[in-house]
Each structure stands twice: as C-alpha cells, then as structure tokens.
C-alpha cells in the first residue's frame, strides 16, 4: 500500500438503526449484499485503489471487523461524524479520503474519479456530488434528496477528501451538513443569507456556492461532481438495499 491518501472509514452504528434490525446485524455495515458485508465491499474498493495506502475503520466496537479480511486498522467512532473526522484529521494527518461504510456500491474507479478531481481542483477540502441528470439516467426511478442549483441538482455521494490540514477549518460546517443534509434550503441558509435570495430565484449556481462556503469558512473548499450514478446510493433505507442488491445482481450477469 503505497498511496498518498489515507481513507478515513465512518462506520459507527445506531442502536436504533431499523434497517439493522430487519436484516439481523448489529451495525448495518455488516449488512449482506449479495455474499459480502457491505462494509467488506467498500474495503475491497479501496485496497485495489492506487492512491489509497493505509486504511482506518472508525467504529463502534473494533471486535466487528473480526469478519473483515484482510482485518483493518480499527479507530473508536467519537459521538458525532465532525468529532471523527477532526480526530482522523489531527491523528492520521492528510492527505484524508472520507468515505461512509455504508456505501456499499463503492468502486475502485469512484475513489480514484473522486481522488483525481480533489487533488486537480487545488481545494483543502472537496465533496463529491453527483448531477442529477447523471442519476436519473441510469437510475429514473429512484429517489434522492437533491440541491437544487441553477445549473441542476446535485446529490451527495459521501465522499470527501481533507487534501491539508486547512481542511480542519471547514470541519465546523461538517455539522451543519449532517444537519440539514435532507433540508436543502437551511444547508444555503448556512452558508450566507444572500445565497438563500439567490437560491430560491434559480440564480445560485454550485461554483458560485462553493465561493461563499470557501469564504464562510475561510478556506477553499470546492465540489467534485461525479459521472458515476452509483457514486450517490448508499445503503440508508430498504429501498436502498434492494436497489444496491439489483444493481450487483445485474452485474454478475454474464454478456449476451
């Protein structure tokens, strides 16, 4: 393993996570899709990716990655994701790649698109976004929560890349997006009163978001926007889970 990032890994569970629950695990990470634990299909991911070396699991008890191969660097899940990722930041130093353990459709090709377009765009911090054009493309039926921009929505893929250690300045947002992650208007609303005006007019375009948030928080942050559709599925919901299920399916299927 000789890449330059560090992939941060967020994998605490809910002790009232339903999915869980319906699907017999403790942590819905642990979750089976189609013959491997959710979790061990994003370790897989990136372990084959050529920019990512060393590998920190953050979650709830190090004794549930026993069924992981090969076993990963375990860290303890602070309270909140913003206390992980700046405790991440501080112990593991950047380059830091941040991905959720619930996203199980994750490729070795989205790490790299994502790694690629963080690493151009010269931001100490990036999210990654995928258009909704892309998505509804591949996928018209399903549903996601987008941010309506006026050059399109954009929803989130849960991945971000902390590039330096300016990127700490923009982990105090880090929690306004985790609370208003499913509330478009109050996440603009965070970022300063004229993008709302802006906003609801159709006038905000993401690159224009993005320079407000940079200045909000003090340092650059940009967006990448991912031409992958499954870079935005995670495993939150059932309908989620079946989806990411037909899509593996349809992709063991032999050619015609």
């Given amino acids: 393993m000789t890449g330059a990032w560090t992939a941060l890994v967020l994998a605490a569970g809910r002790p009232d996570d339903a999915l869980a629950a319906a699907e017999g695990v403790v942590n819905k990470t642990l979750i089976d899709l189609n013959g491997r634990p959710v979790l061990q299909r994003v370790l897989d991911a990136l372990a084959a990716a050529p920019n990512v070396g060393r590998v920190v699991v953050a979650i709830e008890d190090a004794g549930l990655l026993a069924g992981l191969y090969p076993k990963p660097e375990a860290a303890r899940a602070a309270g909140r994701v913003v206390d992980t990722v700046a405790a991440g930041l501080q112990q593991l130093g950047p380059p830091l790649f941040v991905v959720t353990g619930d996203h199980g459709l994750l490729t070795t090709e989205m790490v790299e698109t994502f790694l690629a377009g963080a690493a151009a765009n010269g931001a100490a911090a990036s999210v990654g976004l995928a258009h909704e054009a ?63 005006a802006l906003y609801v007019a159709g006038r905000l375009t993401l690159a224009d978001a993005m320079r407000r948030l940079s200045r909000k928080v003090g340092v650059h942050v940009d967006a990448v926007t991912m031409p992958i559709a499954e870079a935005a599925i995670d495993i939150d919901k059932p309908d989620d889970l079946a989806l990411a299920r037909r899509i593996l399916a349809s992709r063991a299927l032999p050619p015609n």
Avoid: H, M
Avoid at 141 to 156: A, Q
């Fill in 134 to 196: 892309t998505i509804q493309a591949a996928y018209p039926d399903v549903r996601r929560t987008y941010i309506k921009f006026g050059d399109g929505g954009y929803s989130g893929c849960n991945l971000f890349a902390l590039r330096n250690s300016d990127a700490a300045k923009a982990l105090g947002f880090w929690q306004e997006i985790d609370r208003n992650r499913k509330r478009p208007l109050a996440l603009i609303r965070a970022v300063d009163p004229w993008a709302v």
